[in-house]
């Protein structure tokens, strides 16, 4: 089974940038999508973005479209999460995952998931 291993989160400034990374404990299927979920207290896991592992397709929530990047590198099995002009709405516990379809990140049934990773955005 996947395991996956996030780093990365911290704490930033207002319109400063941190970037994410998610490696995967096997050789990743290129069939697979990859991506990132954030959750606050209280609320529900909220998507923020995927991409098939071939890196054609990507998807990213409304919220984040034009400031955060999904991207992969092949050799080490990593995906990452690039995120710019970070916002205070945008602190969240990150949680990468791994699944076999665009949908299984829609439903929230994934294959695999990380521990997760604290982001502070400070205003």
């Known amino acids: 089974q996947v395991q996956l291993v996030e780093s990365g989160g911290g704490l930033v400034q207002t319109g400063e940038s941190l970037r994410l990374s998610c490696a995967t404990s096997?050789?990743?299927?290129?069939?697979?999508?990859m991506g990132w979920f954030r959750q606050t207290p209280g609320k529900e896991r909220e998507f923020v973005g995927c991409?098939?592992?071939?890196?054609?397709?990507?998807e990213y929530a409304d919220s984040v479209k034009g400031r955060f990047t999904i991207s992969r590198e092949v050799g080490n099995n990593t995906a990452y999460l690039q995120m710019n002009n970070l916002q205070p709405e945008d602190t969240a516990v990150y949680y990468c995952?791994?699944?076999?379809?665009?949908?299984?990140?829609?439903?929230?049934?994934?294959?695999?998931w990380g521990q997760g990773t604290l982001v502070t955005v400070s205003a």
């Open positions: 096997t050789r990743t299927r290129t069939s697979y999508y």
């Open positions: 991409m098939n592992w071939n890196g054609d397709i990507t």
């Open positions: 995952a791994v699944g076999n379809y665009y949908s299984d990140f829609r439903s929230k049934i994934l294959e695999a």
